[in-house]
Nanobody, 115 residues
Framework: QVQLVESGGGWVQPGGSLRPSCAVS????????IEWYRQAPEKGREFVAS???????IYADSVKGRFIIFRDNAKNKVYLQMNSLQPEDTGLYSC?????????WGQGTQVTVSS
């Protein structure tokens, strides 16, 4: 059974950093692309970043230069290093993987940026 579990969210002041992670089990993680999304209160879900099995990355314009996505295949984890966080980065951050044509989502980890 494929499972994605996020952790590492929390509360941080503007300008701070957080590094949530997405742990994957039940699939061949090394050949899977992983995507991060976020959803702010009363807003739709938006794409944040993705990383392919080969390490190619894509970022949303809103996070370019501030966020870094990377993976550790030995640990079956993908990380999202978030720097220079701003209140507009607040939201529920979730990771997604498509495996054999099926999309799998984690439960999400809450990130709150406020003073």
């Amino acid at each position: 059974q494929v499972q994605l579990v996020e952790s590492g969210g929390g509360w941080v002041q503007p300008g701070g950093s957080l590094r949530p992670s997405c742990a994957v089990s039940g699939s061949d993680f090394s050949i899977s692309a992983i995507e991060w999304y976020r959803q702010a209160p009363e807003k739709g879900r938006e794409f944040v970043a993705s990383i392919s099995s080969g390490g190619s990355v894509i970022y949303a314009d809103s996070v370019k230069g501030r966020f870094i996505i990377f993976r550790d295949n030995a640990k079956n984890k993908v990380y999202l290093q978030m720097n220079s966080l701003q209140p507009e980065d607040t939201g529920l951050y979730s990771c997604k993987m498509t495996w054999r044509g099926v999309q799998y989502w984690g439960q999400g980890t809450q990130v709150t940026v406020s003073s």
